[in-house]
């Protein structure tokens, strides 16, 4: 089992920023890739934004290109998630994700098998 925990959101103006955090006790987690999604009221998760293993790739949405950065620290077991310029249609509940060995994507929520809790934020106008 792989838990994860995601924690930092809030809310915020438009315009403002927020680093959201993802930890994890698991032993092996600097041989995950992981990734973010988000989840609108009556929509399906998003994709947000992706890394490999050893942070030396990152994948991003369409919608949050040039505004979200993705980075892990391997040594602290953890990702993260830095937010700027937010815009009232990034809230949401934003999740973390462990990617699964056999994916074949990064973008797909079925190539992903442990999520975290999920942590809101929002995003006012």
């Known amino acids: 089992q792989v838990q994860l925990v995601e924690s930092g959101g809030g809310l915020v103006q438009t315009g403002g920023s927020l680093r959201l955090s993802c930890t994890t006790s698991a032993r092996s987690f600097s041989n995950y890739n992981m990734g973010w999604f988000r989840r609108n009221a009556g929509k399906d998760r998003e994709f947000v934004a992706a890394?490999?293993?050893?942070?030396?790739?990152?994948y991003y949405g369409d919608s949050v290109k040039g505004r979200f950065t993705i980075s892990r620290d391997n040594a602290k077991n953890s990702l993260y998630l830095q937010m700027d310029s937010l815009k009232p249609e990034d809230t949401a509940v934003y999740y973390c994700a462990k990617q699964s060995v056999h994916a074949s994507n990064y973008y797909s929520t079925g190539d992903y098998d442990y999520w975290g809790q999920g942590t809101q934020v929002i995003v006012s106008s």
């Open positions: 890394i490999i293993w050893n942070g030396a790739q990152t």
